[in-house]
């Protein structure tokens, strides 16, 4: 794949979406997520089906598209998941069945219904159009973004820098959890969903400069620094390159020289479409024709490895056949050789055999002795067998002992155990109805909470004492009270935000008559906006003049509208604080603390009464468990007195066994005493040999060494008969080791050239289109995050926003 083709693409899109945040601020992106409707109006442009992939979309039921918008903090970890989906429902069905696993689920547009079940699949009521809806996800991300900072070298979390100067680095590194056990060139192997990760940041000309980014694009327009790095993770480990050759990277780093250091938001696009579209059947064309080319070239050098053999084999058959007296004293120098070595191979042997029947002779010297102490060992054996024998009978007699007193005490444990059995039969019956009664007032007192309005965990054994201690805190005067504010406030807060387009819409005319009224002073023109509005429609002003005045308004409310969001938010907070402290909203939170201060009597009365009965319930639980433990002891001390019978029947029959062992030891012990003067015998007369045997090894190797010596000087002479071959032997034989160096050549430029150039193609070549396949199939495979029902097409993109840094001073 060329990564390069499309990396224009992706960093134009991404600084395009750069500039685009930038201009709108934070506002905007969390207005989108909330409401998704900046996805959805990217949805409903773009309608054209993703290339490679028109005919499933044709034969599924409906498209799914989806925007994933992930909020999270400062350093990328999630807050908050909020997904917009658009199904398009391209057979016209009336009704759609959807697998989601969102939650709080809302319609975006429309006034579709729908139900969902058990299995998290929604059905819609689609009356044959398109569905759009957000909802909260939960599930873990594909991919995710941290982010870590460090100032002069050290590193320092985003509340440390704000504010602060110095050299800033940025570490964005980037996490693929997805992939896929696919086969590739016949084995199991991890291939991860290539996501493209593009991040985006705007940094102020006056915070920072000197901006650089390690894989991405830096552009300044004089007043920000536009800043998009992009990485792939997971693509080195799909691959499986090296990355000394080729790394694919899986993090950015940003440098910058910073003052009084701050950042808006930084932005990260996640998608895989670019390797859903890629066409890899033109891959193994193209690998195929590489494959032929080098065959070609492996024939062709086969062909100049025979002939330069056969080269080579022509001018051995010259050189052999140069005369009787050239092969004459090339045997004659062989021989010779031959006799030599042969003469030092002999003189060597000779000394190492020589040396061996020393060893020989110093072992069985050694030998001899150790025949002598196992003769007294043996001795000592048989009288140590008669003693154990005498033991085995004693012990015998202690283990019948034992056995009869096992057989007493096991009557005075089954007597005790039958007892407590029988007591313990009822612990299980008295518990129960004692917990039964427990419950039954711990649901008594449940109706009661919740008759009186209140939310909490139902009451159960464990945990009652702590829920309705809690209960009773909660209702203080002052927690009531802030609770009854609360709710108040939040009841307002809610009916005004409601209102919050009409207060914007109300505030940006009033903004626009302002800027109607300067950009009209400026241009001369003493009037009112109204008046001008008047003016125009009367048809008095000219439509040069309308379009100035026009352009400059716009110019200017684009300027103006932080100003407007600044406004808007504090003429909803007035009205906000307004009802809040109206009489009729004032008394509301009055009743409510007079409720709170008599249900937490109620409360202090109910926990009175439960305290009173756990105290007799825990104490029939000790009963019965002093009871059952006891039962358990004198059952195991029952169960003991068996196995000890036993064991002391084993003692017994084992005793006998000793018995008859310490007479076999005997037995044996007398026969290893016979064997033991044996070889103390064969051991003696083996050494008188090996005395013999070094006496004429030395003999030997006395002769060979005087054979070496005769040997060398015959070899000393044929050599240098040998050395005065005529010249016409000398040159036949030079042009025989030049076509032997040639032979050579042609076999290392085989081996070394065609050889591996043929293997990487047959090798590393194809086993990255078979990883690019691989690719392809995982890309297409992964469409949905918040699930897709079986059929259906989907695509998804991920947009991260991480929150800013903000110099408070």
């Given at each position: 794949?060329?990564?390069?083709?499309?990396?224009?693409?992706?960093?134009?899109?991404?600084?395009?979406?750069?500039?685009?945040?930038?201009?709108?601020?934070?506002?905007?992106?969390?207005?989108?997520?909330?409401?998704?409707?900046?996805?959805?109006?990217?949805?409903?442009?773009?309608?054209?089906?993703?290339?490679?992939?028109?005919?499933?979309?044709?034969?599924?039921?409906?498209?799914?598209?989806?925007?994933?918008?992930?909020?999270?903090?400062?350093?990328?970890?999630?807050?908050?998941?909020?997904?917009?989906?658009?199904?398009?429902?391209?057979?016209?069905?009336?009704?759609?069945?959807?697998?989601?696993?969102?939650?709080?689920?809302?319609?975006?547009?429309?006034?579709?219904?729908?139900?969902?079940?058990?299995?998290?699949?929604?059905?819609?009521?689609?009356?044959?159009?398109?569905?759009?809806?957000?909802?909260?996800?939960?599930?873990?991300?594909?991919?995710?973004?941290?982010?870590?900072?460090?100032?002069d070298?050290?590193?320092?979390?985003?509340?440390?820098?704000?504010?602060?100067?110095?050299?800033?680095?940025?570490?964005?590194?980037?996490?693929?959890?997805?992939?896929?056990?696919?086969?590739?060139?016949?084995?199991?192997?991890?291939?991860?969903?290539?996501?493209?990760?593009?991040?985006?940041?705007?940094?102020?000309?006056?915070k920072?400069?000197?901006?650089?980014?390690?894989?991405?694009?830096?552009?300044?327009?004089?007043?920000?620094?536009?800043?998009?790095?992009?990485?792939?993770?997971?693509?080195q480990?799909?691959?499986?390159?090296?990355?000394?050759?080729?790394?694919?990277?899986?993090?950015?780093?940003?440098?910058?020289?910073?003052?009084?250091?701050?950042?808006?938001?930084?932005?990260?696009?996640?998608?895989?479409?670019?390797?859903s579209?890629?066409?890899?059947d033109?891959?193994?064309?193209?690998?195929?024709?590489?494959?032929?080319?080098?065959?070609?070239?492996?024939?062709?050098?086969?062909?100049?490895?025979?002939?330069?053999?056969?080269?080579?084999?022509?001018?051995s058959?010259l050189?052999?056949?140069?005369?009787?007296?050239?092969?004459?004293?090339?045997?004659?120098?062989?021989g010779?050789?031959?006799?030599?070595?042969?003469?030092?191979?002999?003189?060597?042997g000779?000394?190492?055999?020589n040396?061996?029947?020393?060893?020989?002779?110093?072992?069985?010297?050694?030998?001899?002795?150790?025949?002598?102490?196992?003769?007294?060992?043996?001795?000592?054996?048989?009288?140590?067998?008669?003693?154990?024998?005498?033991?085995?009978?004693?012990?015998?007699?202690?283990?019948?002992?034992?056995?009869?007193?096992?057989?007493?005490?096991?009557?005075?444990?089954?007597?005790?155990?039958?007892?407590?059995?029988?007591?313990?039969?009822?612990?299980?019956?008295?518990?129960g109805?004692?917990?039964?009664?427990?419950?039954?007032?711990?649901?008594?007192?449940?109706?009661?909470?919740?008759?009186?309005?209140?939310s909490?965990?139902?009451?159960t054994?464990?945990?009652?004492?702590?829920?309705?201690?809690?209960?009773?805190?909660?209702?203080?005067?002052?927690?009531?009270?802030?609770l009854?504010?609360?709710?108040?406030?939040?009841?307002?807060?809610?009916?005004?935000?409601?209102?919050?387009?009409?207060?914007r819409?109300?505030?940006?005319?009033?903004?626009?008559?302002?800027?109607?009224?300067?950009?009209?002073?400026?241009?001369?023109?003493?009037?009112?906006?109204?008046?001008?509005?008047?003016?125009?429609?009367?048809?008095?002003?000219?439509?040069?003049?309308?379009?100035?005045?026009?352009?400059?308004?716009?110019?200017q409310m684009s300027?103006?509208?932080?100003?407007?969001?600044?406004?808007?938010?504090?003429?909803?907070?007035?009205?906000?604080?307004?009802?809040?402290?109206?009489?009729?909203?004032q008394?509301?939170?009055?009743?409510?603390?007079?409720?709170?201060?008599?249900?937490?009597?109620?409360?202090?009365?109910?926990?009175?009464?439960?305290?009173?009965?756990?105290?007799?319930?825990?104490?029939?639980?000790?009963?019965?468990?002093?009871?059952?433990?006891?039962?358990?002891?004198?059952?195991?001390?029952?169960?003991?007195?068996?196995?000890?019978?036993?064991?002391?029947?084993?003692?017994?029959?084992?005793?006998?066994?000793?018995?008859d062992?310490?007479?076999?030891?005997?037995?044996?012990?007398?026969?290893?005493?016979?064997?033991?003067?044996a070889?103390?015998?064969?051991?003696?007369?083996?050494?008188?040999?090996?005395?013999?045997?070094?006496?004429?090894?030395?003999?030997?190797?006395?002769?060979?060494?005087?054979?070496?010596?005769?040997?060398?000087?015959?070899?000393?002479?044929?050599?240098?008969?040998?050395?005065?071959?005529?010249?016409?032997?000398?040159?036949?034989?030079?042009?025989?080791?030049?076509?032997?160096?040639?032979?050579?050549?042609?076999?290392?430029?085989?081996?070394?050239?065609?050889?591996?150039?043929?293997?990487?193609?047959?090798?590393?070549?194809?086993?990255?289109?078979?990883?690019?396949?691989?690719?392809?199939?995982?890309?297409?495979?992964?469409?949905?995050?918040?699930?897709?029902?079986?059929?259906?097409?989907?695509?998804?993109?991920?947009?991260?926003k991480?929150?800013?840094?903000?110099?408070?001073?």
């Amino acid at each position: 794949m060329n990564i390069k083709k499309y990396l224009p693409k992706a960093l134009s899109a991404a600084m395009s979406l750069v500039i685009l945040c930038a201009g709108v601020g934070t506002a905007a992106f969390t207005a989108g997520a909330e409401s998704a409707g900046t996805g959805t109006a990217a949805q409903e442009s773009d309608t054209k089906k993703p290339e490679g992939t028109t005919a499933s979309a044709n034969k599924a039921q409906y498209n799914k598209k989806e925007t994933v918008y992930v909020i999270a903090d400062a350093q990328g970890t999630p807050d908050k998941v909020i997904v917009s989906n658009w199904i398009q429902n391209t057979g016209g069905e009336k009704k759609l069945k959807d697998k989601t696993n969102l939650k709080d689920i809302e319609v975006l547009k429309g006034d579709n219904s729908f139900t969902i079940n058990e299995n998290n699949v929604c059905e819609w009521d689609a009356n044959g159009g398109d569905i759009y809806y957000k909802g909260t996800g939960s599930t873990e991300l594909p991919v995710g973004v941290g982010i870590t900072y460090e100032l002069d070298g050290k590193a320092v979390s985003p509340t440390e820098l704000a504010g602060k100067s110095g050299k800033l680095k940025m570490i964005i590194n980037y996490t693929n959890r997805e992939y896929s056990e696919e086969t590739v060139n016949g084995k199991k192997e991890k291939i991860y969903v290539p996501f493209i990760m593009l991040t985006g940041m705007m940094l102020d000309n006056e915070k920072a400069e000197n901006v650089s980014v390690s894989n991405g694009k830096v552009v300044n327009d004089g007043t920000h620094t536009f800043v998009v790095g992009f990485a792939v993770p997971g693509m080195q480990d799909t691959l499986q390159l090296d990355s000394s050759e080729l790394e694919i990277p899986s993090s950015v780093e940003i440098t910058a020289d910073v003052k009084d250091f701050e950042l808006a938001t930084t932005l990260t696009v996640a998608a895989n479409d670019m390797f859903s579209d890629f066409d890899v059947d033109k891959l193994d064309s193209k690998a195929k024709d590489l494959d032929e080319k080098l065959d070609k070239l492996v024939s062709a050098t086969d062909d100049l490895l025979d002939g330069s053999s056969q080269l080579y084999s022509g001018l051995s058959t010259l050189l052999d056949k140069s005369g009787e007296l050239i092969d004459g004293v090339n045997q004659l120098y062989d021989g010779s050789k031959q006799i030599k070595y042969g003469a030092e191979s002999l003189k060597d042997g000779a000394a190492v055999l020589n040396s061996g029947a020393l060893q020989l002779d110093s072992g069985l010297g050694e030998l001899k002795s150790g025949a002598e102490k196992l003769d007294k060992g043996a001795g000592d054996l048989s009288g140590g067998a008669a003693q154990v024998d005498s033991g085995a009978d004693s012990l015998a007699t202690g283990a019948a002992q034992l056995d009869s007193g096992v057989a007493q005490l096991q009557g005075y444990i089954a007597q005790l155990s039958g007892g407590l059995s029988t007591i313990s039969a009822n612990s299980s019956q008295l518990n129960g109805g004692a917990r039964q009664v427990f419950n039954t007032l711990l649901s008594e007192a449940n109706k009661q909470i919740a008759a009186a309005g209140l939310s909490a965990p139902e009451l159960t054994i464990d945990n009652y004492s702590s829920v309705l201690d809690s209960l009773i805190d909660s209702l203080s005067e002052e927690n009531a009270k802030a609770l009854a504010e609360q709710t108040a406030r939040n009841t307002v807060t809610a009916t005004v935000e409601s209102q919050r387009d009409l207060i914007r819409q109300g505030v940006e005319n009033a903004v626009r008559k302002q800027v109607t009224e300067a950009v009209l002073a400026a241009a001369g023109l003493s009037m009112t906006a109204d008046e001008y509005d008047s003016a125009v429609a009367a048809g008095q002003v000219s439509e040069d003049i309308q379009a100035q005045v026009s352009e400059g308004v716009s110019t200017q409310m684009s300027a103006m509208q932080g100003t407007i969001d600044e406004k808007t938010e504090a003429q909803i907070q007035s009205i906000i604080e307004e009802n809040v402290n109206s009489e009729q909203v004032q008394a509301q939170i009055s009743e409510g603390v007079q409720r709170a201060a008599g249900g937490k009597a109620s409360l202090k009365a109910l926990k009175q009464q439960l305290d009173s009965y756990n105290i007799f319930y825990n104490g029939i639980l000790s009963y019965t468990a002093g009871v059952d433990q006891a039962n358990s002891g004198a059952v195991q001390i029952l169960n003991g007195t068996y196995a000890v019978k036993n064991g002391s029947g084993e003692l017994a029959n084992g005793s006998s066994r000793l018995k008859d062992g310490t007479g076999q030891l005997n037995s044996g012990a007398s026969q290893l005493k016979e064997g033991s003067a044996a070889l103390k015998d064969g051991t003696g007369q083996l050494k008188q040999g090996s005395e013999k045997l070094a006496a004429g090894t030395g003999e030997l190797n006395a002769g060979a060494i005087k054979l070496s010596d005769g040997s060398g000087e015959l070899f000393s002479g044929i050599d240098t008969l040998h050395s005065n071959i005529p010249s016409l032997i000398s040159g036949i034989t030079q042009l025989k080791d030049g076509s032997m160096r040639l032979n050579d050549g042609m076999k290392q430029f085989k081996e070394e050239g065609v050889d591996k150039l043929k293997k990487a193609a047959d090798g590393d070549i194809k086993s990255l289109v078979e990883r690019i396949k691989a690719i392809s199939k995982v890309s297409k495979g992964y469409q949905s995050y918040s699930g897709l029902s079986d059929g259906a097409h989907g695509q998804v993109d991920f947009i991260f926003k991480t929150a800013g840094i903000e110099n408070k001073d």
